[in-house]
């Protein structure tokens, strides 16, 4: 999937602040805010150690779900869903963190699971905060084949993760300043099952290596200056950098890439009269290579950024963001620079004093790095990069309201136009790493609708429920080198390979007494398809139960015990990754 780019409106592009929305501007801070206050660091990046057992969860713009736990090994993929809290963190949240400067917790149990946390507030006062973080996640258990030639022959399935970071934070008279470094390690073999390619219908098992681990590791770094206090003109300026890298490519005999982002944003707004204000907000990253020697390893230098002028006005009978968001794509080699625009607009409408109307019409760039990828799905292939999808259209509407005593109801939908969508499919190499996953990249259209249901007994119980329907429409732009050379006429309709048709998220929180605390939670995800060789597969219905029980015996500690995959179900969310069966996990969660 290699993209060729060309330099003629490279210096365009960065003398117009190219960036990214203002919404991601904001969601950045609000996560390095969280990280000041010792907010635990439960649902960071696959790559950033904490996505051995979480889903990633649908992405609209909606209240965020009651969080669910799921099995270790659930590791990421298409589509975006939820990333959802690990047990550890759901008992923290039981516990009184107001008088405490750290935490620690710790979890072990079937598959040699492992998880473990902690982070301290090292300085704390009213000018200065200063804290870290550590997280590990691993495991190395057997898991079973759940399709093939190869049905129910065990595996070993090994990943390590590890995370750790530190935040900064200094209050001046008129303004913040923010630093943060974190570095994630993750090591981990590609145990999937063989699957077919072009070059044979089935590899031979034997030259497969599913023992050598993969390493890929991060580092990234933030600095970032925001005005404070009551201001006509506001501002926020940051830079940020990223080192991504993978030991090895294909096999154990060829180095791996690493990957360069160096980034840059500009926020700027002007309060006009009571309830106005103008701006502009933009965001830019390079993307620059470090390749190995005599590689094939296709991945090319390029710019990408998104500028948004933008007008907000506020009342009190709701608001409204008019804007246009111009993007950009400036790499280098034979192509032309890609340049779109996209509506920048959010409206909300109040409907009386607990229901609220809403909608938003944006656009964005996906870098598609291998880093990006990465988070999503640590198996994608390590040596070919992937061409930046365009979203033109990215249009939500809902509807939230709270109108009856501990309930909550939320109805919305989706409509999204994306050129160069990206999609996994299985890959073989003859010899070497077995199961890769390759991309795939082609227009999408998404339609998405929803309904979201809370409610709350006083302090006795929870309920939520949550119900996504997605249909998808493709169109195959750019087949990669392996299927170019395959007769296209033998290639089966397109699907959206990976992505469900159905999702469906259910809980139930109890607390029979006051320290007991008992979780059930479910999730269902239906009707994927993989492209396997020349044909489209289904893959297995995703029944996930879990249950969460949690003993608080102070603010300062509690003990937990959770049991997964309940209905004893086999399934993988990556084709030929098959994920833990029934399995326990027990611990202790400790807050100083």
């Known amino acids: 999937m290699k993209t060729r780019y060309s330099l003629k409106t490279l210096s365009i592009l960065l003398l117009s602040g190219i960036t990214v929305t203002l919404a991601a501007q904001e969601e950045q801070q609000e996560a390095l805010n969280r990280e000041l206050t010792l ?36 590791l990421p993929a298409d589509p975006e869903r939820e990333i959802n809290l690990l047990p550890a963190a759901r008992i923290l949240q039981d516990m009184d963190y107001s008088k405490r400067r750290g935490y620690a917790t710790i979890g072990a149990g079937a598959y040699r699971n492992i998880n473990a946390d902690a982070g301290y507030h090292l300085l704390h006062t009213a000018k200065d905060r200063l804290n870290f973080f550590l997280s590990h996640r691993s495991t190395q258990g057997k898991v079973k084949y759940t399709r093939g030639f190869m049905k129910d022959q065990k595996v070993e399935a090994n990943v390590n993760d590890n995370l750790g970071g530190l935040d900064f934070l200094h209050s001046f008279d008129a303004s913040v300043l923010q630093l943060g470094a974190k570095y994630a390690y993750s090591a981990f073999n590609y145990y999937g099952l063989p699957s077919p390619s072009v070059h044979s219908r089935w590899p031979v098992p034997e030259i497969v290596d599913t023992k050598t681990n993969q390493v890929s590791q991060q580092l990234t770094a933030t600095a970032a200056l925001e005005s404070q206090g009551v201001k006509a003109s506001n501002y926020a300026l940051g830079i940020d950098f990223t080192r991504f890298s993978y030991k090895y490519a294909w096999d154990n005999s060829m180095p791996g890439i690493a990957e360069h982002t160096a980034g840059a944003r500009l926020k700027w707004f002007r309060i006009w009269g009571a309830d106005q204000q103008i701006g502009i907000a933009t965001h830019f990253n390079y993307f620059f290579y470090t390749l190995p020697e005599r590689s094939t390893a296709s991945f090319d230098n390029h710019l990408e950024g998104t500028l948004t002028p933008y007008y907000r006005i506020e009342g009190t009978a709701g608001s409204l963001s008019l804007g246009v968001s111009f993007m950009g794509v400036a790499p280098q080699g034979e192509n032309d620079t890609r340049l779109f625009a996209s509506p920048h607009f959010a409206g909300e409408l109040r409907l009386g004093a607990k229901t609220l109307a809403y909608a938003k019409a944006g656009g964005e760039i996906r870098s598609n790095s291998a880093f990006m990828l990465a988070r999503e799905n640590r198996y994608v292939d390590p040596y070919t990069g992937v061409t930046p999808s365009r979203t033109w259209l990215d249009l939500t509407a809902g509807l939230r309201t709270a109108i009856l005593p501990g309930f909550r109801f939320h109805l919305f939908g989706q409509y999204k136009l994306t050129d160069d969508d990206y999609f996994f499919i299985p890959y073989q190499n003859p010899e070497g790493f077995g199961n890769f996953s390759r991309v795939l990249s082609m227009d999408s259209k998404l339609l998405r609708t929803g309904i979201e ?34 007769d296209l006429s033998l290639l089966p309709e397109r699907k959206a390979y990976g992505r469900p048709s159905v999702e469906i998220t259910a809980g139930l929180k ?3 007494v006051e320290p007991l605390s008992l979780s059930l939670d479910y999730y269902r995800i239906a009707g994927r398809k993989a492209l396997v060789h020349t044909v489209n597969e289904d893959m297995r219905d995703i029944d996930e139960l879990n249950l969460t029980a949690s003993y608080t015996f102070s603010d300062t500690f509690a003990l937990w015990l959770t049991a997964r995959n309940l209905l004893f179900k086999q399934y993988e969310l990556i084709y030929g990754y098959p994920l833990h069966g029934f399995n326990l996990m027990a611990g202790i969660s400790i807050q100083f």
């Open 510 to 512: 109890v607390r029979p």
């Open 453 to 486: 249901l809370e409610y709350a007994c006083l302090n006795l119980f929870e309920l939520t429920f949550k119900g996504i329907y997605n249909r998808w429409d493709e169109e195959r732009n750019d087949l990669d080198d392996r299927l170019a050379t395959t």
């Open 39 to 74: 907010e635990r660091e439960y649902n960071p990046s696959v790559q950033d150690a904490n996505k051995v057992n979480t889903l990633p969860a649908v992405k609209e713009p909606v209240v965020t779900s009651t969080p669910v736990d799921y099995a270790i090994l659930s």
